[in-house]
Each structure stands twice: as structure tokens, then as C-alpha cells.
């Protein structure tokens, strides 16, 4: 049997048909056989050569959505912008990121079948334990160095950020009503302004705007901005 000269291509191959019956039948009710069948020449045997399981296949599709459109290397070399500007637009531009994409919107779907999944809920955590330490903990650092964020510990920072950012209040991951939800967010802000990392700004709420009126287009955003806004302004004043 020859062996494939564009094993790379044959891969990517795999997580296109994959994430398009994903999206049209259901994570659940697609099997490596429809996976196989859906691409013209592919056997079983290639599938198993480059994924052992769909839990594979699932997993490489978050990674490869990320990294094609990784907010984080954006902003690395960006000129002028202190270590909390940086964190703050690489944040808040997975929003608008994510809305554009609808590749993203899908495997969002995907995920709400898979909330009740042990290997989906830890696979989502070292995942997002390796982007904190490889992107975020480095801009936290950053921002510790030129004081625009207080010194503590960049490593924990890093992680906390995105377990609550991307676990704890993503409408996916944790289902939950428009105000529920809002009162996540108005919590994170809360948090991380008292631990000297304020990262929401004017932008960031521009931005969390278009991911929040995704999942709860019939919220008043509005709202949610005067209720995270009033209590800063309020400390400001009386500071």
C-alpha cells in the first residue's frame, strides 16, 4: 500500500468532514464510519492513523480554531500598548473572533451535547491551562513589569483569567439565563479590579457586547455595562 504523500492534508481533510457532520447530525450520532464515508478514498485505517478516537478529532478541531485565529500572537509585538492593554485586546477580541467565525459557532453547539462529558470538561481545561501559561501568563508578567498591573502571581492570574472567562461564565460551558450570566461577568470585573488587573475598559465591553448579544440577543447590554460601570466610577470618586 503507498504510503500518503500529504498525511497534513489528509488530516485537515479529516477535521473539515468531521466538523461539518458534527454540525449537521450532532456530535453523539456521528460515527468514525460516517466520518469515513463522508471523504471520497479515505479508510478507516488513515482515519485511526491520524486520530485514535472522535474524542481526538473534537479536541484537534478546538485547537486548530484557536491557533488560525490566535488574538494573543496579535498583540505580542504590538508598539505603544502596556502588558494590561495588550491582555485586554487579545481577550476581548476572541468576541469578536468567535461571532465572525462560524466554523467557532459550530463547534459551540457541538459542545452543549458534551457538557455532561469527563473527557470534554478536562480535555477544556488543560487546554485552557496551556494557553494561560503560554500566552497569558507572559502579558501578565509584562503588565507587572511597566505597573499596569499589580504585582502577584502571573502564573495563577493567567489561569484564573481564563477558567472564568472561558469555563465558568462561557453560556456553553455553563448554561445559565441573561442575568445570570451578567452577573458573572459583573463578578470577574469586580475581581480582577481589586487584584490591580482591571480588564474592562471601554473596548473590552465593546467587544464582550457582541459575544453577550450572541447567546442573549434579546438582553439589554446596556444594562449590564451601567451595573459593572456604577461601582468602579462610585470607588473612583470616593478614592
Known sequence: MPRNKFPEETRQKILDASLELFAEKG??????????????????????????????VLDALSERIFYENNPF????NE?????????????????A???ADERYQGLMRI?????????FIASQLEFNREIAAKYIQPLME?????????????????ELLLLMMNIWSNPNISPGTAEETAEKLI????IFDKLGCPLFDESSLEAAEVLYEMH????????????????REERERSS
Open 187 to 190: 463578578l470577574i470585573a469586580d
Open 97 to 99: 473572533v468567535e461571532e
Open 73 to 76: 500572537e496579535k498583540v505580542q
Open 111 to 119: 459542545a452543549a451535547e458534551l457538557l455532561s462529558s469527563p473527557h
Open 142 to 158: 509584562e503588565g507587572m513589569a511597566d505597573g499596569s498591573i499589580a504585582p502577584s502571581s502571573a502564573k495563577w492570574l493567567a
Open 79 to 95: 508598539e505603544g500598548l502596556t502588558g494590561l492593554e495588550k491582555l485586554q485586546k487579545a481577550v476581548f477580541d476572541t468576541a
Open 216 to 231: 442573549y440577543p434579546e438582553a439589554n447590554f446596556g444594562e449590564l455595562v451601567d451595573r459593572i460601570e456604577g461601582p
Open 27 to 56: 456530535y453523539e450520532k456521528t460515527t468514525i464510519l460516517d466520518i469515513v464515508g463522508n471523504m471520497d478514498g479515505l479508510t478507516r485505517g488513515a482515519f485511526y492513523h491520524h486520530f485514535k478516537s472522535k474524542e481526538e
